[in-house]
């Protein structure tokens, strides 16, 4: 009988007929659900999911009661991406699931996007391009990046492309991380700074920190308060980082002269966050940094070959630390 796993990661498709013949020798089928959503609810993964032996999956909602639902034939969950807080990974460990990543996939992606994002509050190309359009032709003063200070929150490797690519184009380098690398920091040029005194120094802030209850609101009204007035902010990590009402008081204060958001509280957003969405001075994007052709490849190579893995009777690469 065949091993059935359920692929929500769409990028999966990519990838099918190189890992062909593997899949079939082991015995493995991979089906796509029927919906076209970018990610699944906890009813679609309730009603699709039982039988499966693994999931090839989005930031679905992994809820206790899905993978209760599953249980006992789901033994791994394979996130086609590096982020897992919608996974329960309490429930996981309960029914001896696996939940593994794609560690290394989009990096790159990720870090050319968050370079591209500094650029376009820093000369302002999207407003540009828009008044453009509108009609309007005139110059619209921006600011060079060589000498302006960018503060890295979260040096893991986003993080640390980040700075390879900023310190290229001459900037300043000072970072925030709970677990500091001073080794990589001596090399790239990049100095250690309490989060406080970050913020004080940051032109630019791009944060690039996991999702945990420590990270949670990292920037809030009274850390955006201690930010150098005028600074701008980059977010492609994970939207609960920010307290999204108090990045628009600081917003509308001109204490943050503009934010470029590639990632929220809730996704998609609720109507409830027009107010960061639709703020003039916020530039919002829908959680595609890492949405790089080359990138998406090598995810959906890396999480296949881990549902081969959990069919060899192995454990899987890239476990999730809370269940490794």
């Known amino acids: 009988m065949a091993q059935r796993v359920m692929a929500s990661a769409r990028n999966v498709a990519m990838v099918l007929d190189q890992f062909k013949a593997r899949l079939d020798e082991a015995g493995v089928e991979i089906f796509f659900p029927e919906s076209k959503a970018p990610t699944l609810t906890e009813e679609e993964l309730v009603a699709q999911l039982p039988g499966c032996v693994a999931a090839l999956a989005m930031p679905d909602d992994y809820s206790a009661r899905v993978i209760e639902a599953a249980a ?55 407003e540009i391009t828009s008044k453009v359009r509108g009609g309007w032709w005139g110059r619209l003063a921006g600011t060079e990046l060589r000498g302006k200070t960018l503060g890295i929150v979260g040096t893991g490797r986003v993080g640390r492309e980040v700075a390879a690519r900023a310190a290229g184009f001459g900037m300043r380098l000072v970072a925030y991380d709970l677990f500091p690398n001073e080794d990589w920091a001596r090399g790239a040029g990049v100095t250690y700074r309490p989060l406080e005194q970050l913020l004080a120094e940051s032109d630019f802030i791009s944060l690039h920190a996991p999702s945990t209850a420590e990270t949670r609101h990292l920037l809030n009204a009274r850390t955006l308060a201690q930010a150098k007035r005028g600074a701008y902010v980059i977010n492609t990590a994970r939207g609960d980082l920010i307290d999204e009402a108090a990045l628009v008081a600081a917003l509308d204060a001109g204490q943050i002269a503009g934010a470029a958001l590639d990632v929220f509280a809730n996704e998609p957003p609720t109507a409830e966050q027009d107010p960061v969405i639709k703020h003039p001075k916020v530039l919002p994007l829908s959680h595609c940094a890492g949405a790089a052709v080359e990138a998406q490849r090598r995810a959906a190579e890396i999480a296949v070959e881990q549902v081969l893995e959990l069919a060899r009777g192995e454990k899987p690469r890239y476990v999730v630390p809370e269940l490794a």
Do not use: E, Q
């Open 72 to 126: 006992p034939t789901l033994k791994l969950i394979a996130r086609s991406g590096v982020g897992y807080d919608s996974i329960d990974l309490d429930a996981a460990k309960k029914h001896g699931v696996y939940v593994t990543t794609t560690v290394g996939a989009n990096h790159d992606a990720v870090a050319d996007f968050t370079l591209g994002l500094i650029l376009d509050l820093a000369r302002h190309l999207t």
